[in-house]
T-cell receptor
């Protein structure tokens, strides 16, 4: 049973369009929500992250929206580019858990068509 | 800096064989992690270490053992490989100090167990 549920599993978007990936969680002790980007044959790399004391964080074309009461957060990729084609993972961390472990969602494969 | 490196990149085993995956990091990070990545399951934590000489179980530890004899190295062992252990394995490391430090991932090892 995944503690962080991610949807959709895959999506196709046209160049210039908006990609939206959603994640939901149950554990109210989670206090840090990063998103990782993974290109084929590579390891995941941190893309952007948010803490629950803010509702939105924007870095360039990437925005995280966070809804604490609904226990949901989402990644928006604006003006999607072919170079954004990758697998995206949301994650959550419980600060008091030993080892600062991350719990990952199942991943979303994004394909941006030119 | 090489960051996080993993050896080997690919491996094919027969059921019952054993092997060791090596992870090395040159960032002087205290925390290290082993994950497995399976389609639709995201990344699941196998074992982790908060320092030299210490290890702990993650979400899916059965069938795996680890050792952290040196701060820069984290070894993952399979004593008797099973087809269910066919997966892509990722190592990650993180600096201890700092509440919101990111995990840095290696390039992965693709393991097939026949």
């Amino acid at each position: 049973q995944q503690q962080v549920k991610q949807s959709p599993q895959s999506l196709i978007v046209q160049k210039g369009g908006i990609s939206i990936i959603n994640c939901a969680y149950e554990n109210t002790a989670f206090d840090y929500f990063p998103w990782y980007q993974q290109f084929p044959g590579k390891g995941p790399a941190l893309l952007i992250a948010i803490r629950p004391d803010v509702s939105e964080k924007k870095e360039g074309r990437f925005t995280i929206s966070f809804n604490k009461s609904a226990k949901q957060f989402s990644l928006h990729i604006m003006d999607s580019q072919p170079g954004d084609s990758a697998t995206y993972f949301c994650a959550a961390r419980e600060v008091k858990a030993a080892g600062n472990k991350l719990t990952f969602g199942g991943g979303t494969r994004v394909l941006v068509k030119p | 800096n090489a960051g996080v490196t993993q050896t080997p990149k690919f491996r094919v085993l027969k059921t019952g064989q054993s092997m060791t995956l090596l992870c090395a990091q040159d960032m002087n990070h205290e925390y290290m992690y082993w994950y497995r990545q399976d389609p639709g399951m995201g990344l699941r934590l196998i074992h982790y270490s908060v320092g030299e000489g210490t290890t702990a179980k993650g979400e899916v530890p059965d069938g795996y053992n680890v050792s952290r004899l040196k701060k820069q190295n984290f070894l993952l062992g399979l004593e008797s490989a099973a087809p269910s252990q066919t997966s892509v394995y990722f190592c990650a490391s993180r600096k201890q100090q700092g509440t919101y430090n990111e995990q840095f991932f290696g390039p992965g090892t693709r393991l097939t167990v026949l």
